[in-house]
């Protein structure tokens, strides 16, 4: 058992830590196929005016609902008044049904998403199913003709991450990953995109050469040992575990809890990993990199029977080129602090503070600072608004699946390294582990058939 270093952030900028088709014939279609608004902020030089909101009712996208419990309820709220929601699935008839109650109307009912994206009427999917399955659902509707919207994180391995990257460029479609750190103004008070905004900063040179970024995130809850139980009769649990060990059913398994077992997710690490390092990487310019080196120490939970196994608490460092170090820490206040040689700024959902900040008052960004991060498109404060608009634009969304898969892999690394307890060296152009064949190893996983994922890479 490793404990995390007693090292703490250096003195504030800081805030108090918050707590009918057959699955043959899909297959056979889809493989064939692919081998053929509010007051505009004043940090800016000039105004800037949000995107209205909505949609003409003649030009609305028809979309399907693939995992309907959870997080799923604030995606179907962000989508219901931009689009037209017809389907949903899951395998969970009480969730597909509490989906299709919050939808109304009469969307059609599925439990295999196989049946739902072999529908010609559906522009697009959105994705809110356990981390396990993202890569798996996300490429199959790629590669049925279907734009994707899929919750973070996206993969459950690297591997996974280099095959959707590849399935993306093939299909051409428009694939929104769910950070929405990267579009929304998530504290009302702020009125700010404090995120972009942070980004922007950093983009701009406001903090100098940026030296060191840390990422603070929770610590992960223990648990265990948990009794075995009857499946419930409204769940297809040989279906939910899919690629994943088949096991006898556990509750805390299932679900929300699901985060918190390596067969499912990557635990506190790739959760909040995927808001904050992918933030973090942005800020360094780093979207199309990674890190060298990996190294960290873990708190884990003792090695029981039917127990939560993800890291409990945690320590990681990254070293990345240009002389960069990424810290990934579970042990202080939930954001990210970036320190340059011209000075610092901390953000998190709460605020964002620092001298760079304050200056804004009298030396505000470059006009179209916050578009340019954007990607060109309305500067909006809806993160499922930007991935309808991408749609009909062909643009790139804000949250693409390439900047996500570089961010996560450190997410993924970071793991690889405290599991195994020791350094990893990683080359981020070649994609793989240096010296280290039980590390790179633990790129992909073995997966469960016939949930296998078939893109060669």
């Known amino acids: 058992m490793h404990s995390t270093p007693p090292s703490s952030l250096p003195e504030s900028p800081s805030l108090p830590k918050t707590s009918s088709v057959s699955r043959r014939d899909f297959l056979k279609k889809t493989t064939s ?50 689009s037209d929601l017809v389907a949903v699935c899951d395998v969970d008839a009480k969730h597909a049904e509490a989906g299709k109650a919050q939808i109304g109307g009469n969307p059609d009912l599925y439990s295999h998403y196989e049946e739902l994206i072999g529908r010609d009427d559906l522009d697009a999917v959105i994705i809110g199913t356990p981390d396990h399955w993202h890569s798996k659902i996300s490429i199959d509707a790629l590669r049925a003709g279907k734009h994707v919207y899929c919750e973070k994180p996206l993969t459950l391995t690297i591997h996974e991450g280099k095959q959707i990257c590849k399935v993306v460029e093939e299909t051409g479609k428009t694939f929104q990953v769910g950070t929405q750190q990267r579009s929304e ?73 699901f985060r918190w077992w390596y067969e499912y997710s990557g635990g506190k690490m790739t959760d909040w990993g995927a808001h904050h390092v992918d933030i973090a990487q942005w800020a360094i310019q780093m979207t199309d990199s990674g890190p060298t080196h990996i190294e960290g120490t873990a708190t884990f939970p003792e090695q029981i029977p039917n127990g939560y196994n993800t890291a409990l608490k945690f320590f990681v460092t990254c070293k990345f080129p240009q002389d960069i170090e990424m810290v990934i820490r579970s042990d202080t206040d939930n954001g990210i602090l970036i320190e340059g040689d011209r000075g610092r700024i901390f953000v998190n959902r709460g605020r964002i503070s620092g001298k760079p900040v ?94 296998a994922i078939d893109v060669e890479v």
């Open 33 to 82: 196929a692919v081998a053929a608004g509010g007051v505009a902020p004043l940090f800016l030089k000039s105004s800037v005016a949000l995107a209205a909101p909505g949609q003409s009712k003649n030009d609305r996208p028809v979309i399907g609902i693939i995992g309907a419990g959870g997080r799923m309820k604030k995606l179907i709220s962000a989508a219901k008044p931009l």
């Open 185 to 257: 103004y998530l504290d009302k008070k702020l009125k700010i995109p404090q995120f972009l905004l942070a980004v922007a900063l950093c983009h701009e040179g406001r903090l100098g050469k940026i030296r060191r970024v840390q990422c603070a995130i929770d610590e992960a809850p223990a648990g265990g040992p948990f009794e075995t139980a009857p499946v419930p009769q409204e769940l297809d649990w040989e279906q939910w575990l899919g690629q994943a060990p088949m096991t006898s059913y556990i509750p805390e398994r299932c679900h929300w809890g």
């Open 358 to 451: 304050e200056d804004l008052a009298h030396n505000p960004l470059p006009e179209g600072s916050l578009e340019k991060l954007y990607k060109g498109m309305p500067l909006e404060k809806n993160h499922m608004k930007n991935f309808l608009d991408c749609m009909k634009s062909g643009q790139e969304p804000v949250s693409d699946v390439f900047s996500h898969h570089r961010s996560l892999s450190t997410c993924h690394l970071a793991n690889i390294a405290i599991r195994l307890g020791r350094a990893v060296e990683w080359d981020p152009q070649s994609q793989q582990v240096v010296g280290d064949s039980e590390a790179q190893a633990m790129l992909r996983r073995e997966e469960r058939s016939p949930y």
